[in-house]
């Protein structure tokens, strides 16, 4: 049965002033969908290639790409040259031929990116959902107009970001005549504490439950300070002796705080993505199960994006952000699973073997990070106790899972360690052993071509592949770590495990 | 062989009950059959042709349907509209069988051929349509083509070579199964040699066809118009793909060779 493509786009139209959708198909004798003609005119089915993992597997960079759209218009029979392509949506359905629209699944979704043409072809380079995420997590600056938007020495600066439970962050000094310091940009759930020379204050309270109109109402008194949590601010009631510090708590979902890696990176996707439209949110789920530690994160000064926080946070419990086969974003966690399907020899029709990342025999995972380490000789140590003063000391504290015996077997193997997001102990202490019997093992890494199973697999799931050839020829489990769709129906699988 | 001037520069009234957007009548008067025409009316399905003034044709064709094996046709023709329906048409096929002979269930696109061999010139043409059992629940067609086409005196030159080629590909597994690449449908072709045209053949109608539609505009050949056996299969739609100078081989002798690709 050979395979239908759709392709669905709505661009701008300036004599209409308004989006129109545009349909087209790579041909199917009667392309009528859902009641609509598909002209067919696209000349492939375009490419599509989703990669997990990289080296290092843990923290390494995923990537997306996705092939033109190349539509044949040199007959004049189509014009598609005065419509505003750039930034508009497009998707792209796969079935068979008679299946009613409803049937047919969308396997690729992103935003038009570049639009070319000439005499014979009319070509739309595009997107994946994930590339949204390439703009910066924190996108309001300091206008430096006074009050709490700071004056001219923080102007154009972006303000500060609280995700989860970050310890010993150093908020923004905002307004310096009433001492007012923002650690959040937005609502934040609660202030734990706050330091000043690694000395704990006694806070007042939130202004919310001291009928204070604003934060400056508050009559200050020396070693106390005030909250206001709807605006991410606290102000202390005397000029501190030192640079002041704060243990806070973040963004929250319907009241509750958001902790997990996953539903932190759902939640920051949320600002630039539907949700749940454009998430795959049973991976979501998913993760969450596989792993539920809290995670901590504050950014100020810096300017990271959505991407790079939110594959620090899944690198955090060894897992990663891509698209699924269907073009969603989805995140993981990277282990052999319950196999999903099993690949043979007679499907395969090219094998080959790559080189894989050096195994670990110690995993080193850093994680509690004091996000502003303070100096020993600025810590107040008059009435410190021992634990705060070391906690604030120290960038990060570490765990580390070993085995020296890999060595005997695994000559390369060496030593690793990253640092996390994770706030307890007990919780890198545990996925540091996961990732040390994940990567402390003899893997493999094998490309293999496929036909007629296009959009079958999805990256992160684990497959059973058999194939003589193989170290393990009854079946081996693979995570599936790249998967390249390309045109008739052709796919290549890099699997590992 | 020919093309659709008498169709394509006629006015076609505007059919009803055209669902969705795009698949409309007007399609039909376009060249890539997959640009359709769908109707949901099986039972009163007519549209009238208005050519403006009287014009010579002998083909009325309905290609790339899903026609069943029950639907009919009916072609009137005459120089007023009123004649077409008050029983005084010219021209009245009659209703008869709507798909080419051969055209049986495998087909997924069977075309409707009227050959009317002596020809006819009206200016209107009327085309009734009746399928009511058709399993899809619409009636669709990508291509109508009404025309005069040219019908040399002497054959093309044996052997004739057509048919349907598929461009699938084929690859071996690393188990040893054979897997068949697809590469779309497979489509006519069809490779004419005339060597025996004559001055006039040769420069009113292969010079004529390879100056106004040469391998930009679609063309019907009909490699036997009156086959009561196979007229599906030997009914082609297509472009010209290989289209070699007209050779003038001698006095009153003239010769050309044109291959032609299906569009599908």
Redesign the interface.
């Known amino acids: 049965m050979t395979a239908v493509y759709l392709i669905e786009a709505t661009p701008y139209d300036p004599d209409a002033s308004a989006e129109v959708t545009k349909r087209f198909s790579i041909g199917s004798l009667a392309p009528t969908y859902g009641g609509d003609l598909w002209t067919a005119r696209v000349e492939r089915s375009p490419s599509f290639s989703v990669e997990a993992f990289s080296d290092p597997i843990i923290g390494g960079r995923s990537r997306v790409s996705i092939g033109t759209v190349r539509i044949l218009h040199g007959d004049g029979g189509v014009n598609l040259r005065n419509l505003n392509w750039y930034g508009r949506s497009l998707e792209v359905k796969r079935g068979q031929r008679g299946d009613a629209l409803g049937d047919f699944t969308t396997v690729i979704r992103g935003r038009i990116t570049s639009m070319r043409w000439d005499r014979e072809v009319f070509e739309l380079g595009v997107s994946d959902l994930a590339s949204e995420l390439d703009v910066p997590l924190q996108d309001t600056l300091y206008a430096g107009s006074g009050g709490d938007e700071g004056g001219d020495d923080i102007k154009g600066r972006p303000k500060p970001r609280c995700l989860g439970k970050p310890r010993n962050i150093a908020p923004v000094l905002v307004d310096r005549a009433n001492l007012v310091y923002q650690f959040s940009d937005r609502a934040a759930k609660a202030v734990d504490a706050v330091y000043d020379q690694g000395l704990a204050l006694d806070s007042e309270g939130d202004i919310s439950t001291m009928s204070l109109a604003e934060i400056r109402d508050w009559p200050a008194c020396g070693g106390r300070y005030v909250t206001d949590l709807g605006n991410g601010l606290i102000r202390l009631g005397a000029p501190p002796a030192g640079t002041p510090t704060m243990d806070a708590q973040g963004d929250e979902d319907g009241g509750s705080l958001v902790q997990t890696a996953a539903d932190l990176v759902r939640h920051i996707a949320g600002q630039v993505l539907a949700d749940p439209a454009d998430l795959d949110t049973t991976s979501f789920s998913d993760a969450n199960t596989s792993n539920s530690s809290p995670c901590s994160l504050y950014v100020s000064g810096e300017r990271p994006t959505i991407r790079e926080v939110a594959e620090r946070l899944m690198a955090s419990i060894g897992g990663f952000v891509a698209v699924d086969a269907s073009g969603l974003l989805k995140v993981g966690v990277i282990e052999i699973g319950t196999s999903q399907g099993t690949v043979r020899e007679r499907e395969i029709f090219d094998l080959r073997r790559l080189d894989v990342a050096r195994p670990y025999w110690r995993r080193k995972l850093g994680y509690a990070r004091a996000w502003k380490v303070l100096g020993q000789d600025v810590i107040d140590k008059s009435a410190i106790t021992d634990a705060n003063a070391d906690f604030m000391g120290q960038r990060e504290r570490f765990v580390v899972a070993e085995d020296a015996s890999i060595k005997t077997a695994l000559a390369e193997a060496r030593e690793s360690e990253l640092s996390t997001l994770l706030d307890a102990e007990a919780d890198a202490s545990t996925e540091s052993s996961r990732q040390l019997s994940l990567l402390g093992a003899r893997r493999d890494r094998y490309e293999l071509q496929l036909q007629n199973r296009a959009h079958e697999f999805e990256v992160g799931e684990t497959y059973t592949l058999v194939h003589s050839s193989l170290r393990v020829p009854a079946g081996q489990d693979l995570i599936v770590r790249r998967v390249s769709e390309r045109s008739r129906e052709s796919t290549v699988l890099e699997v590992w495990g | 062989m020919g093309w659709s001037d008498w169709g394509d520069a006629a006015s076609l009234e505007t059919i009803g009950n055209e ?5 409309v009548a007007a ?1 039909l008067q ?3 059959p ?3 025409w ?1 109707s949901t009316d099986l039972t009163n399905l007519h549209f009238e042709l208005d050519r403006g003034s009287a014009e010579a044709l002998n083909v009325v064709a309905l290609l ?1 349907t ?1 026609a069943s094996s029950g639907a009919t046709w009916r072609i009137r023709a005459a120089d007023d509209q009123a004649s077409l329906t008050d029983g005084s048409a010219d021209y009245d096929s009659g209703s008869i069988t709507l798909r080419a002979a051969g055209a049986d269930d495998t087909w ?2 069977p075309h409707g051929v009227l050959w009317i061999s002596a020809g006819i010139t009206r200016r209107w043409l009327r085309i009734d349509i009746t399928d009511g059992s058709n399993p899809d629940g619409v009636f ?1 067609a ?1 291509r109508l083509v009404i025309g005069d086409l040219w019908q040399p005196a002497r054959n093309a030159q044996y052997p004739i070579a057509f048919g349907p080629v598929d461009d699938t590909q084929h ?7 054979l ?1 068949p ?5 497979p489509y006519q072709v069809a490779d004419l040699r005339f060597k025996f045209l004559n001055e006039a053949e040769s420069l009113e109608h292969v010079h004529d066809f390879r100056r106004r539609r040469g391998r ?1 505009y679609d063309m019907l050949v009909l490699l036997d118009p009156e086959d009561a056996s196979y007229l599906q299969h030997r009914t082609l739609y297509g472009l010209i793909t290989r289209d070699d100078a007209l050779g003038h081989a001698g006095f009153q002798r003239f010769e050309h060779r044109v291959q032609i690709n299906e569009l ?1």
Do not use: F
């Open positions: 669902p969705g957007s795009g698949a399609n376009t060249m890539q997959t640009e359709l769908e790339y899903n997924e696109r669709r990508g690859k071996r597994t690393d188990g040893g199964s897997i690449i697809h590469r779309g449908d930009r599908t």
